[in-house]
């Protein structure tokens, strides 16, 4: 990483600042910032939906109406409204899911944490291979293997296109599927976070280069501000699509033809 | 926990969700070119025809996963 001028921002940014270093110098690696981040996402969650529903009123209170309210958009309008009444046993795995994306995301963009989980591609893989066991799970259960499978990989076509068709069927239902849930998640927080670094350090590098830059590096610092505004809408929006998107799977699965 | 609002709606299922079905369209497309172009790179590694193959195996995949996309999502 090479430095500019007498300064020492690293410059330019790379993969390498998302690879940070264990909390407690010299003890476990894999205990970085990352990891503790993960850990509060899942603490506070927990806490959160346990202290809320604790003696719920039939007039809510105010905690209580906020938990509901996110249970309740997951559980109407993407659980009911995808996959139907039966969609609503998964309502549970799908607002735990909505909201354990939408935390980890937001760390990106919370000042003085500003490092999202989801910008490694473990966690989203992760959760990706979550839903792709389980929309798959849920298929077979319905359907029994063989009929599942007939469902899925034979659409309805003339006998002579089939073998054109059911690679495709295979690829775009088993491979793509969790790859393309964990690329984009993954991406869009990667880019999110690469896209902050440039503005943010770039100011700096244009402040120490040269007398007449020094003026342009608050442009640059106002550009970070007004790109984490819309990083606050690519965080939303992911942890939404990500959530549809599993539901969708599930449909698709549970679906007696599609 | 989980308060039972309107357990007894039972209002037929709406068509899925438009962002969902885009996606499936989108993958179906690129999952059939990626294939069958895949497939061609295969057959062109075998034969050794300068990358014919390659581009049937593409045109052959994107035709396929449009067929797909009109039989699985068209009404």
């Given at each position: 990483?090479s430095?500019?001028?007498a300064?020492e ?12 270093p264990p909390?407690v ?7 970085t ?10 603490a506070?969650?927990i ?19 906020i ?7 997951v559980?109407?309008?993407v659980?009911?409204d995808?996959?139907?009444h039966?969609?609503?046993r998964?309502?549970p795995y799908?607002?735990?899911l909505?909201c354990f994306v939408l935390?980890t995301?937001?760390f ?7 490092m999202s989980?989801?910008?490694?591609i473990?966690?989203p ?8 066991v389980?929309?798959n799970?849920?298929?077979i259960r319905?359907h029994?293997f ?5 469902n899925s ?7 002579f296109?089939?073998?054109l068709l059911i ?5 775009s239902?088993f491979?793509f599927r969790?790859?393309t849930l964990?690329?984009?998640?993954f991406?869009n ?6 896209i902050l670094l440039?503005?943010t350090?770039g ?10 830059l ?9 550009m970070?501000?007004?790109l ?8 939303v929006?992911?942890a939404y699509v990500?959530t549809?998107l ?13 | 926990m989980?308060?039972?609002v ?8 709406p068509?899925?969700?438009g962002?969902g ?10 999952a ?10 295969l057959v062109d ?6 990358g014919v193959?390659?581009?049937?195996g593409?045109?052959v995949?994107?035709?396929g996963?449009?067929?797909l996309?009109?039989?699985?999502l068209g009404?």
């Amino acid at each position: 990483m090479s430095t500019s001028l007498a300064s020492e921002i690293p410059w330019p940014p790379s993969v390498d600042d998302f690879f940070l270093p264990p909390i407690v110098e010299g003890t476990n690696p894999w205990f970085t910032k990352v990891t503790l981040l993960v850990w509060i996402a899942v603490a506070a969650l927990i806490i959160f939906f346990l202290v809320t529903y604790r003696e719920p009123k039939i007039v809510p209170t105010k905690r209580q109406w906020i938990a509901e309210s996110i249970y309740g958009f997951v559980r109407n309008n993407v659980a009911k409204d995808l996959i139907g009444h039966d969609g609503i046993r998964f309502a549970p795995y799908l607002t735990t899911l909505f909201c354990f994306v939408l935390l980890t995301n937001l760390f990106g963009i919370v000042p003085g944490i500003q490092m999202s989980p989801n910008s490694h591609i473990a966690f989203p893989a992760i959760l990706a291979i979550i839903s792709w066991v389980l929309f798959n799970v849920v298929g077979i259960r319905q359907h029994g293997f063989a009929k599942y499978m007939k469902n899925s990989l034979i659409p309805p076509a003339p006998w002579f296109i089939l073998p054109l068709l059911i690679p495709i069927e295979f690829v775009s239902t088993f491979v793509f599927r969790p790859f393309t849930l964990a690329v984009r998640l993954f991406a869009n927080m990667f880019a999110g976070h690469m896209i902050l670094l440039v503005f943010t350090l770039g100011g700096f590098v244009m402040l120490n280069s040269n007398a007449w830059l020094a003026p342009v590096s608050v442009v640059s610092w106002l550009m970070a501000i007004a790109l984490t505004f819309l990083e606050a809408m690519v965080i939303v929006l992911q942890a939404y699509v990500f959530t549809v998107l599993t539901a969708s799977y599930i449909q698709g699965a549970l679906a007696e033809e599609h | 926990m989980v308060r039972r609002v309107m357990a007894g709606d039972q209002s037929p299922q709406p068509p899925a969700g438009g962002a969902g079905q885009g996606w499936v369209a989108i993958s179906y497309l690129i999952a059939g070119i990626a294939v069958w172009g895949f497939i061609g790179w295969l057959v062109d590694q075998r034969f050794d025809l300068g990358g014919v193959p390659i581009g049937i195996g593409a045109v052959v995949g994107a035709a396929g996963g449009i067929y797909l996309i009109v039989r699985r999502l068209g009404v």
